[in-house]
């Protein structure tokens, strides 16, 4: 059986101001009701004889992720915490040492959790046939046949056929300029490299201790420091942080004489760039792709989202991205977003927020959206998913004032258990044990005013969580 191992470190910088730090473009519903993530597991499921995932992302991503699976009604998953981020030829190594244990001869179908494939027939018509290529231990890659010249894209040549479906790899060649670009779609013999892969996990292990065995070495020490916790595994940062940082490709894959790609034509994309989504998206009888509260005069070729009740106005014009969320708006020719990413690097060197979170940021137990804030004050509406529950905790420079708007909230406050319901309020001092649990069936509402001399998020001391957070 197929185990699919999905890589979800990606940070998706590109996508800002919509992707971000704390919830990056793969946990997004960027086209469709779900997200970018989900899609990709969903897809695995429609191979037939596919178990439940093994997912490898970072320790901050690890409740979303759980609760995305869950979602899906996916129980039994490997959730596979980095808590160094060292690369995709160690990632994948980690994923094939957990699939390992309980199947020497798993075949990993290896994905990133952030790519859009919009023809999954053919894609699960092309890992179908690759398969019977990964059981004769090659190591499969798919190529995507080039739709036209595109130099953001990594290329596969091809060479000799080594069965009706899949070729032995001639050579890989870095992201190209446009006249060599033009060279190999010219040419027929090359495929975009999409980053995704089929082989036994065996097999994977045995070529990357063949070709890298530095990373092997340190990553099979990463491996045996293994702790299950709740539904994650964890490992040890100080041994992760000792694997040297490489790509699969380059660690594996331009190196073994077992390479072989799978040509197939699936309408993929890695949604690198707002101006991919904009191709990617369903469009007007002007070209535009509009989502949200948007008026648009006069407007051609255009994609312009809007979040949060926030309207967009547009007249005259052509071939501009404009991304509003309700704290930062992106405003660009759309042949030049490539380029966000600076916009990310300023954001961080200034030391400003933006690039790291929302307004409204997700935990475990629901969410808070910071509403209003100035010298001594913030507020925030929070919400609590039924049967929830926040950590027993304490502030040493805030007191919090509590008013719920939906729902019924049992609250501890000091000694004090008792429940409050829509239009109650309730006061916590600076200082008093508290914890906010939502016994209702129904999502919990409260607005919430923080005031004190500090009102960062690590002005919190935990006593208890369930979800094993310090």
């Not at 759980?66 to 981020?85: D, F, H, M, R, Y």
């Not at 648009?296 to 005259?316: F, K, Q, S």
Request: proline content about 4%; some cysteine.
């Amino acid at each position: 059986m197929i185990v699919p191992v999905i890589l979800s470190g990606g940070s998706g910088t590109r996508l800002w101001p919509l992707s971000r730090k704390n919830r990056p473009k793969q946990f997004l519903a960027l086209v469709g009701n779900t997200t970018l993530f989900q899609q990709t597991v969903e897809r695995t499921q429609k191979l037939g004889d596919a178990r439940s995932p093994i997912v490898v992302c970072s320790e901050d991503h690890r409740f979303t992720v759980a609760e995305q699976l869950q979602e899906l009604g996916l129980g039994g998953s490997s959730i596979l915490l980095e808590p160094a981020a060292r690369n995709t030829a160690p990632a994948i190594a980690l994923a094939a040492m957990q699939a390992r244990q309980n199947d020497p001869e798993a075949i990993l179908l290896v994905l990133p959790a952030d790519h859009l494939i919009g023809d999954e027939t053919s894609f699960v018509d092309a890992v179908k046939r690759a398969t019977p290529l990964a059981a004769q231990d090659w190591l499969v890659t798919f190529g995507i046949r080039p739709e036209a010249p595109e130099t953001g894209f990594g290329y596969i040549k091809r060479a000799d056929a080594v069965s009706d479906s899949g070729f032995k790899v001639a050579k890989f060649v870095e992201k190209p300029n446009a006249e060599a670009a033009a060279q190999y779609v010219q040419s027929g013999d090359f495929d975009w490299n999409s980053g995704m892969f089929l082989f036994k996990a065996s097999r994977y292990l045995e070529e990357l201790e063949k070709h890298s065995p530095a990373i092997y070495t340190a990553t099979a020490r990463v491996f045996a420091t293994a702790q299950p916790d709740l539904d994650f595994v964890r490992f040890d940062k100080a041994s992760m942080i000792e694997v040297p940082d490489d790509s699969i490709d380059y660690a594996v894959m331009e190196k073994t004489d077992r390479a072989a790609v799978v040509p197939v034509s699936c309408r993929w994309s890695d949604i690198g760039s707002w101006s991919a989504l904009w191709e990617a998206a369903d469009k007007d009888a002007d070209g535009n792709a509009m989502q949200g509260d948007v008026i648009a005069l006069d407007t051609h070729n255009t994609l312009v989202r809007t979040y949060e009740r926030h309207m967009v106005a547009t007249i005259g014009l052509d071939d501009v991205v404009i991304v509003a969320t309700p704290d930062a708006t992106l405003v660009a020719a759309r042949d030049k977003v490539q380029d966000v990413k600076k916009i990310v690097d300023q954001l961080s060197s200034a030391g400003r927020s933006e690039h790291q979170a929302h307004r409204q940021v997700y935990r475990p137990w629901g969410s808070y959206d910071s509403i209003d804030m100035g010298e001594r004050f913030q507020v925030k509406r929070i919400v609590v998913k039924p049967g929830s529950v926040l950590s027993l905790q304490m502030h040493h420079h805030r007191a919090e004032h509590w008013i719920v708007v939906s729902g019924t909230a049992e609250v501890t406050c000091g000694e004090k258990v008792f429940l409050l319901t829509e239009n109650q309020s309730t006061y916590i001092p600076l200082g008093v044990t508290h914890r906010l649990r939502n016994v209702g069936k129904v999502p919990l509402e409260l607005i919430e005013v923080q005031s004190g001399s500090y009102l960062g998020e690590d002005d919190i001391v935990r006593f208890e969580d369930v979800y094993g957070r310090a």
